[in-house]
């Protein structure tokens, strides 16, 4: 479904990403892990158009679309979350996942003439609600719910969108152990619905628990890729993560 091929991105004279390539099949969850500085949230940013490669393509469902606006690649399918959670505060949870509904609206003169809040709309945005364990927030304003039901909201939004990719960039950050434990759930179930998930986590033990195949960046290189009992293995993971003196 997602095809990185031969990316690499340079910013002056830090290399952040060489040459990286690895596919996203239709309907798996992928985790992308590595330690900090390795380039995650750069690739992330480059998926779904934030930035531009300085080589390399980027294809989504046989299309490339390196280069392509955020708003373009989201039409195409690709919904986003962000480490820093970014609902609308003050909106009410319907309001926000009615302004993911909206996408094919907010970008043309349709604006003009036609109300996202219709009848047909409000439904669909009541089932990824309810999908979402959202049902007892519906008329509350986004700023007060915690940061986990803010997260779950996110999703819903994302979802909203008519998403069938889905990039989380480190969704359990900031959450306590019930909330993560909530959230594994809400991805699996998530997934089961269809879409295919790759998410960005420090978490081990969350992504040990929920990635099908996990990819593994350092220095901006990949180092391993692979079901998560290969990965927790690998001598180069292990070396990326505990440093070389430790595991000599």
Excluded: W
Excluded at 18 to 27: L, P, T
Excluded at 59 to 85: E, H, W
Excluded at 184 to 196: F, H, Q
């Amino acid at each position: 479904m997602l095809k990185v091929k031969n990316v690499s991105k340079r910013f002056g004279g830090l290399q952040a990403l060489k040459g990286v390539s690895f596919e996203v099949r239709e309907g798996e969850i992928h985790a992308l892990i590595g330690p900090n500085g390795a380039g995650k949230t750069t690739m992330f940013n480059i998926i779904n158009g934030f930035i531009k490669p300085t080589s390399g393509h980027v294809y989504f469902m046989g299309k490339r679309i390196d280069g392509l606006r955020p708003s373009r690649i989201a039409l195409m399918g690709m919904g986003r979350t962000f480490q820093l959670v970014r609902v609308f505060p003050e909106m009410t949870v319907l309001e926000n996942v009615l302004a993911g509904i909206g996408k094919r609206v907010y970008h043309s003169l349709r604006v003009f003439s036609e109300a996202v809040k219709n009848e047909k709309n409000v439904k669909k945005a009541m089932k990824l609600i309810e999908l979402c364990g959202l049902s007892k927030h519906v008329d509350q304003e986004a700023s007060v719910l915690p940061l986990g039901i803010q997260r779950n909201l996110e999703i819903a939004r994302a979802l909203a969108t008519d998403a069938k990719f889905l990039l989380l960039d480190e969704p359990a950050s900031g959450l306590n152990d019930q909330e993560t434990k909530g959230l594994a759930e809400l991805i699996r179930k998530v997934n089961k619905s269809g879409v295919t998930v790759l998410f960005i986590e420090h978490d081990m033990r969350f992504t040990m628990g929920l990635a099908h195949t996990i990819t593994v960046l350092d220095h901006g290189e990949k180092i391993a890729q692979g079901k998560p009992e290969d990965v927790a293995k690998n001598e180069r993971v292990i070396e990326a993560y505990l440093g070389k003196s430790m595991t000599t």
